[in-house]
């Protein structure tokens, strides 16, 4: 049954805790093979019944988003239900253009909302691609290895229980222009059979053997991200890296351990939870 009253959805930040780019399509997209996570740091989609298809944006990061022609989560509305009518609210706290799928967290967000106040079945991965590549991986929203260009999304071994701490020098990173700059695009991808990790620090270990090939060019687009992870490495992380296209990098935690990091800028922003299970 349709709903009446407003429904409200998280849309939490997407990190790629390893992400090889394994080759390249014809059409320019590249094969990805990545270990995603969700975190309870994100947005947030509240939607209710109207005749017309509205959004309203708030929240500390909704000026990054002035200005912009047609938002992710209208396009999803569409896609969902053509010509139906909601008002949508997107609280934004997650910085955009960032690496940490934002546009694809709220508009996985707005669908899951729209479907339970349409009373409709969600799409299927395949369907929201069109949206963003990272749309699928957000629909699921929980622990997978995302490959493909992002609509191949696999079960991956429990992962210990963390705290996850998000920092971003505040530099917008475009990602078509890190993808540009890739210097190989056929890099070997992660190991076929992923482990079964112990606890934290085998996770930690494995992690380290892993990659973020697009780090070095996005480090060439914005170099403070080396000094964002020079900053978190030195902290008592188990693992420090970068997620997605960047900027936004990442540090791990045993669960509930307040990250005690010197030498944050305190223009970057930061926001810290646990990772979702
Ligand atoms: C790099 C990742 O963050 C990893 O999770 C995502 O694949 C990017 O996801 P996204 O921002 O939702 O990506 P889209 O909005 O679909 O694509 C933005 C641009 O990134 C490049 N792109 C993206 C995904 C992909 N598999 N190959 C690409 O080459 C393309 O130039 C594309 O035009
Ligand atoms: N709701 C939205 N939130 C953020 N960006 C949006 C939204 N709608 C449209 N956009 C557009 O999408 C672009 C990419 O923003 P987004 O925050 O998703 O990037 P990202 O964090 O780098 O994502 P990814 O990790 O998937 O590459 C922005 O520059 C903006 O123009």
């Given at each position: 049954?349709?709903?009446?009253e ?11 805790l ?19 996570v ?28 002035a ?54 079945p ?9 949206l ?13 290895r ?10 991956v ?31 070997p991808?992660m ?39 020079a ?6 992380c ?7 296209s ?21 223009a ?10």
């Open positions: 049954m349709a709903a009446t407003p429904v409200r959805v998280f849309a939490p930040a997407k990190v790629n390893t992400l090889h780019v394994t080759g390249r399509r014809p059409d320019g997209y590249h094969l990805l093979d990545s270990l995603v969700f975190a309870g740091v994100g947005d947030e989609i509240t939607v209710t019944p109207s005749d017309e298809l509205t959004l309203t944006i708030d929240g500390p990061e909704g000026a990054g988003l200005g912009e022609g047609d938002n992710l989560v209208l396009r999803a509305a569409r896609l969902l239900g053509p010509g139906r009518g909601a008002e949508i609210r997107l609280t934004k706290r997650l910085p955009v253009a960032s690496g940490i799928g934002g546009g694809s967290a709220d508009a996985a967000a707005a669908l899951r909302a729209l479907a339970r106040l349409w009373d409709l969600l799409p299927a991965p395949e369907a929201v691609l069109a963003g590549a990272d749309v699928p991986a957000c629909l699921l929203g929980k622990a997978l995302m490959g493909g260009i992002g609509e191949e999304l696999a079960p071994p429990t992962l210990p229980a963390m705290d996850i701490l998000l920092v971003n020098p505040r530099i917008a990173v475009p990602t078509p222009e890190v993808f540009r700059r890739l210097e190989r695009r056929d890099n991808a190991p076929a059979e992923l482990p079964e990790w112990r606890d934290a620090a085998a996770f930690a270990a494995w992690l380290a053997e892993q990659r973020n090939d697009l780090q070095p060019p996005a480090i060439a687009v914005a170099p403070q991200i080396a000094d964002v992870l900053a978190l490495r030195a902290s008592d188990l693992f420090a890296g970068m997620s997605g960047g900027a936004t990098c990442f540090a791990l935690y045993p669960p509930a351990a307040a990250a005690q990091v010197t030498g944050l800028d305190p970057w922003w930061r926001a810290q939870g646990p990772v979702l299970p």
